[in-house]
T-cell receptor, first 115, second 113 residues
Framework: ETGVTQTPRHLVMGMTNKKSLKCEQHLGHNAMYWYKQSAKKPLELMFVYSLEERVENNSVPSRFSPECPNSSHLFLHLHTLQPEDSALYLC??????????????FGAGSRLTVL | AQSVAQPEDQVNVAEGNPLTVKCTYSVSGNPYLFWYVQYPNRGLQFLLKYITGDNLVKGSYGFEAEFNKSQTSFHLKKPSALVSDSALYFCAVRDMGDYKLSFGAGTTVTVRA
C-alpha cells in the first residue's frame, strides 16, 4: 500500500444525499490534498491543507466541503451534488507543500457516481 | 500561470521497442517537473522528477526523462517497453516558489506482446 488510504472506494449517491469521503495518511506528512480526476482531463486541484490549515481552495463549489481535523486525516463532505461531479476523487499527502521538489503520495481514490 | 500539455491521448508500442511519452510545459519561472504513473484501480505513483542539474533524469522501472529548456519539454522514455508498462502516465509541473502542482490530461500507454 502507498501509505494513503481512502474510503469508500466506490460511492453512488443521489443529488439530495449527504455523504463524506475519508482519507488517512500514515507517512507523517504535513500537507494533504484533494484532486478530482475526470476522464481525458487534467487532474484538478481542489483543496490543499498544510498543518491542518487550508491554504488553497481552487474555486471549488460550496457543495464540496473539506475538513482536516489533524495532519493525518482529511475529509471531503458532499452535499447536493450534480451528475457532472461524478469522477474519481484522489487524496494525496506530502511533506512541505511549499517545497517545489516535494513528491505527492496518492491514495487509490474514491469513485463517485451521482445519479 | 503554469500548465502542462500531453499531446498524445494514446501511445501504442510493441514489447521490446522504445517507448516515448511526450510532455511540454509552461511556467513563468524555473520549473520543477514530474512524471507519475497510474495503473488500473490505483492512485498515481511517482516515477521521477527534474529539479536542477543534469538534464537526463533516471527514475523507477527503467524510465528516464530529458529536460529540454529551449523546447520546454520533458519527455518520458524507456529503451525497451514491457507489457507491464501499460498504464496511464501523467506529466506535472510546479513553478519555483509555488506549491500548486499542475497535471496534464494523461497519456494511455498500451504495450502489446
Amino acid at each position: 500500500e502507498t501509505g494513503v488510504t481512502q474510503t469508500p472506494r466506490h460511492l453512488v449517491m443521489g443529488m439530495t444525499n449527504k455523504k463524506s469521503l475519508k482519507c488517512e495518511q500514515h507517512l507523517g506528512h504535513n500537507a494533504m490534498y484533494w484532486y478530482k480526476q475526470s476522464a481525458k482531463k487534467p487532474l484538478e486541484l481542489m483543496f490543499v491543507y498544510s498543518l491542518e490549515e487550508r491554504v488553497e481552495n481552487n474555486s471549488v463549489p460550496s457543495r464540496f466541503s473539506p475538513e482536516c481535523p489533524n495532519s493525518s486525516h482529511l475529509f471531503l463532505h458532499l452535499h447536493t451534488l450534480q451528475p457532472e461531479d461524478s469522477a474519481l476523487y484522489l487524496c494525496a499527502s506530502s511533506q512541505d507543500p511549499l517545497s517545489g521538489a516535494n513528491v505527492l503520495t496518492f491514495g487509490a481514490g474514491s469513485r463517485l457516481t451521482v445519479l | 500561470a503554469q500548465s502542462v500539455a500531453q499531446p498524445e491521448d494514446q501511445v501504442n508500442v510493441a514489447e521490446g521497442n522504445p517507448l516515448t511519452v511526450k510532455c511540454t510545459y509552461s511556467v513563468s519561472g524555473n520549473p520543477y517537473l514530474f512524471w507519475y504513473v497510474q495503473y488500473p484501480n490505483r492512485g498515481l505513483q511517482f516515477l521521477l522528477k527534474y529539479i536542477t542539474g543534469d538534464n537526463l533524469v533516471k527514475g523507477s522501472y527503467g524510465f528516464e526523462a530529458e529536460f529540454n529548456k529551449s523546447q520546454t519539454s520533458f519527455h518520458l522514455k524507456k529503451p525497451s517497453a514491457l507489457v507491464s508498462d501499460s498504464a496511464l502516465y501523467f506529466c506535472a509541473v510546479r513553478d519555483m516558489g509555488d506549491y500548486k502542482l499542475s497535471f496534464g490530461a494523461g497519456t494511455t500507454v498500451t504495450v502489446r506482446a
